[in-house]
């Protein structure tokens, strides 16, 4: 076997060990958050805007992994978590380093239905994207506020805020610093609304 060959596989393998360190990490927050009453809405799906199109090889590997949950006691509030590994396949934002972010989705009134319908799931998760124009602090909460036009034009989608914050990938080592970054903040949040 040639070194290029071999260097093929070993990037492979990497890239699937990354993989399972990634659904490491989701798989602690559904358990955290599991355990304060909330459920995952898509089942174990974690995946959006892929595709397996002979021409479409940029959309072959995701760019992102996302998971969004749901509590009956916060009807109008839907949570997500997003880890961001690599740049947009359209460029609609470039990393300097994977990251991590979480938030809430308030629809106030109204009663969140979500039927595993990914383009909506895309549609949240390109709504909060503030690191196509902004660098983000770790950490801080940024709250989004959608003005009427936006709504009327999107309809269904809308919601009418979202709070959501970042945090480098890499500066996730355990389990605790998950509770501490990501988990204890979503529900901090949920209890100010």
């Known amino acids: 076997m040639s070194e290029d060959e071999k260097n093929i596989l070993n990037a492979m393998k990497q890239v ?8 490491l990490i989701l798989e602690t927050i559904d358990d955290q958050l599991e355990g304060k009453g909330f459920e995952t809405i898509t089942g174990s799906t974690c995946l959006a805007d892929g595709s397996s199109s002979l021409y479409s090889p940029t959309y072959w590997m995701p760019t992102h992994v996302l998971r969004f949950y749901q509590n009956a006691h916060y009807s109008n509030l839907q949570l997500y978590v997003a880890i961001y590994f690599d740049d947009d396949n359209r460029q609609d934002y470039l990393l300097n380093q ?7 989705f308030d629809f106030q009134t109204k009663k969140v239905t979500f039927n595993g319908d990914y383009d909506r799931a895309k549609f949240f998760f390109e709504a909060f994207t503030f690191l196509k124009k902004t660098q983000f602090i770790p950490g801080e909460i940024l709250t989004l506020s959608i003005d009427m036009d936006w709504k009327k034009e999107v309809g269904d989608y809308a919601f009418d805020s979202a709070t959501c914050f970042a945090y480098p990938l890499l500066s996730i080592k355990n389990s605790s610093d998950i509770e501490e970054k990501i988990t204890k903040v979503l529900l901090k949040i949920i209890e100010e609304k």
């Open 16 to 23: 699937r060990n990354l993989f399972k360190e990634f659904a």
């Open 98 to 104: 994977p990251i991590i972010s979480a938030g809430v």
